[in-house]
């Protein structure tokens, strides 16, 4: 096990390359203030260093939302906002203390967006786990299609490629006009529960006309669940305490 200070006090830290990266994308982002003291026990739970991107948003900012709250991105957000983006430690529900017997389980649940999707950084044998991909890969539960898929990229990778906007093209045709105002109207623990649902003929034919309101994101995801359930009996296991 390596102790906090050596976790934190790295030669190269990622984030002022990130800050960098971060002012100089087109895509709207806000950073939320951080707490320090969550994000070093984070850290240290995490047993990931600031070089890495994960470690350093973990360190630094309370989370990303991007394009508006679209898609967010867990940190270690200061206070106790009852309505605030949620963190990293609590969507993955690590122990108070560190605990080297704590278990990510599947993986390590590193972003939600409005719709219930879950991005998922793969943990050591995804395959036990019953998702695509590799060891380390980003996966995504797909709401539309109750289901995961790989997407062939490590967690710098991938946050890369969001902030380049590659979101515009990973979403298209589950976006209408108006989203953004639906959307910038959520607080941070809330998604948009569709009718006739995502994964339906209808909602495939013409999102536009579904109705959408928003709903607290636990029930999104227990909808999730319960439907992988009755349809295949698939269980597409955690994605994430809310």
């Known amino acids: 096990m390596r102790e906090v200070n050596e976790l934190i006090n790295v030669d190269d830290p990622a984030w002022p390359l990130l800050l960098q990266e971060l002012s100089g994308t087109d895509v709207p982002v806000e950073i939320l203030p951080g707490d320090a003291e969550t994000g070093r026990a ?9 070089r890495s991107n994960l470690g350093g ?38 122990p108070v203390t560190f605990d080297p017997a704590w278990p990510s389980g599947a993986g390590l649940v590193v972003a939600h967006d409005v719709l219930g999707g879950v991005f998922t950084l793969n943990g050591g044998n995804p395959r036990e786990a019953g998702r695509p991909g590799e060891p380390g890969e980003i996966v995504y539960f797909a709401p539309d299609a109750l289901g995961w898929e790989a ?19 990973f979403y298209e ?25 995502l994964w339906s003929a209808e909602a495939r034919q013409d999102l536009p006309a579904t109705s959408r309101r928003a709903v607290p994101m636990a029930e999104l ?22």
């Open 57 to 94: 948003i973990v360190l630094n900012c309370g989370g990303l939302l991007v394009d508006s709250g679209w898609l967010r991105i867990f940190g270690s957000p200061s206070g106790a906002d009852v309505e605030g983006l949620p963190g990293l430690a609590e969507i993955n529900a690590m």
């Open 42 to 50: 984070s850290l240290l739970q995490l047993q990931v260093s600031a």
């Open 173 to 197: 045709g589950l976006r209408w006009d108006g989203w953004r105002d639906e959307v910038s109207a959520l607080n941070g623990r809330q998604g948009l529960s569709f009718f006739p649902p």
């Open 221 to 242: 995801l227990s909808l999730s669940r319960t439907s992988c359930l009755q349809f295949d009996g698939a269980d597409p296991g955690f994605l994430g305490a809310v």
């Open 151 to 169: 997407l062939g990229a490590g967690h710098s990778a991938w946050l890369s490629w969001t902030l380049s906007g590659g979101l515009q093209e």
